[in-house]
């Protein structure tokens, strides 16, 4: 469910006509709705409260801009963090410290020295080098990092394969037969504190099955390490759960992924931590985009070519992902088009032979379920700027990124004297 729905005509979010946000701020823009992005926050939280005890770290890769971040931080939702921009943007978002998780294979030292010295909740080792090189950082200040090893455990998440992570051929976690071993020689260093396990299988699963296959393993391995002396107080089960991008297609829920989560961790008698990011921001956006013209091709459909390309929104290049696309005010006519953006390369196409609202020059579309791994992934191909992003609330709106121009990109960039 969400807060983008047609009234007298006109898609609005919430309660405002997208096309005064066209007027105000131009096209492309991405617009978010607060009230989408809490209810998913709400509804998640809700579904886990089944189970004893829970911590849920939205991962901000999904979507750091500040004000959806603060959305989080009020709903009570800690950070899953990749690096040292996304942790200081948890920061300044409001995220408790010991809410904040970092995960990520490349950890570098500067920005583990950062989590220790910003005092965060957990750090989710990928390696036993990682492990080592922690421990010293934290020794070396008089701290003692809070840890998780995350294991691989070869499972296939069937989803698409530039989003698979749990399969041993996959660069994440240790391979989960050895990561007893890997948690009682970490154990033993000074400076970390090893509390639990950590998993994520993939992102945009379709089905709980994988999950449960994963979580199996990962129960498995918490016995294991129990067994071996060893205490295990917290399991990160990751995020993952997909959300529909096609309108009529059926997603598990909140619901009954918190039911299979009971099933498989019964007995665990740990803190189960989570952490969402699709299924939380996913539907509660959408990028704004104006038809440039219409092209006939030799190829039966015509091109719509919109202003919003690849370096805005790169899912459907980089995935072959579908995103649905509405007109903002449909006539009630329908047309098959190809619908691509103005990038120099056939990479930038959204969609080949889609049947969507007639459309015109000039004419306001979106792209639905933009608001995860939309704006975040964007570019300046092309000398293209970077798009701009509105969050409305109500009938109230806010500009929450600016769009950077052109201008401002290359002004970064410097000719040498050796080029004179
Ligand atoms: N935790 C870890 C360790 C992750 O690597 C990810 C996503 C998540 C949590 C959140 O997963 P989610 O709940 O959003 O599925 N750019 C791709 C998705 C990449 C996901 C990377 N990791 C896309 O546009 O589909």
Not at 2 to 9: A, C, I, P, T
Not at 87 to 108: E, H, N, T, W, Y
Not at 209 to 215: D, H, K, L, S
Not at 347 to 361: C, K, P, V, W, Y
Request: proline residues 5%; aromatic residues 6%.
């Amino acid at each position: 469910m969400d807060n983008f729905d047609y009234r007298d005509g006109v898609l609005h979010a919430e309660d405002l006509p997208l096309s005064a946000i066209a007027d105000a701020v131009g096209t492309p823009v991405y617009i978010y709705s607060r009230a989408t992005l809490e209810r998913h926050a709400q509804v998640f939280r809700d579904a886990l409260a089944i189970l004893p005890r829970v911590h849920i770290a939205f991962a901000i890769k999904a979507n750091p801009n500040l004000a959806v971040l603060r959305v989080m931080s009020r709903e009570g939702l800690g950070a899953d963090v990749v690096s040292g921009g996304e942790l200081a943007r948890a920061l300044a978002a409001g995220m408790p410290p010991q809410d904040i998780v970092f995960s990520g294979v490349g950890k570098q030292q500067h920005e583990m020295i950062q989590g220790l010295e910003a005092g965060i909740g957990q750090f989710n080792l990928e390696s036993e080098e990682e492990g080592i090189e922690l421990a010293a950082l934290a020794a070396e200040r008089g701290l003692t990092a809070a840890c998780a090893l995350r294991v691989n455990p070869d499972v296939d998440a069937r989803t698409h394969a530039k989003i698979s992570t749990g399969k041993a051929e996959n660069k994440f976690g240790v391979p989960i037969d050895r990561g007893a071993d890997i948690y009682a020689r970490l154990a033993a260093l000074p400076g970390l504190a090893m509390r639990g396990v950590a998993v994520h299988i993939g992102s945009q699963l379709s089905e709980l099955g994988p999950f449960e296959e994963a979580f199996a393993k990962v129960g498995a391995l918490i016995a294991e390490i129990r067994a071996s002396g060893h205490a295990v107080t917290h399991a990160d089960l990751g995020g993952g759960l997909g959300v529909p991008y096609k309108a009529g297609e059926v997603y598990p829920s909140p619901q009954e992924y918190a039911e299979m989560v009971a099933r498989a961790t019964a007995g665990w008698d740990v803190t189960l931590m989570f952490e969402p990011g699709r299924v939380i921001c996913g539907n509660a956006g959408v990028l704004l985009t104006r038809v440039i013209r219409v092209k006939r091709s030799s190829n039966k459909a015509p091109f719509v070519v919109v202003d919003a390309a690849m370096n805005d929104l790169a899912r459907p290049a980089m995935y072959g992902a579908w995103h649905d696309f509405d007109a903002v005010q449909p006539t009630g006519e329908k047309m098959t088009a190809h619908i691509v953006g103005p990038i120099c390369e056939t990479g930038d196409t959204f969609a080949m032979d889609r049947e969507t609202d007639a459309l015109q020059a000039g004419d306001l579309a979106v792209f639905r379920t933009a608001g995860a791994y939309g704006a975040t992934m964007a570019s300046s191909y092309n000398s293209r700027g970077f798009v701009a992003e509105v969050m409305v609330d109500g009938e109230n709106w806010a500009v929450v990124a600016d769009r950077i121009l052109p201008a401002a990109i290359s002004a970064a960039e410097r000719v040498p004297d050796f080029l004179d």
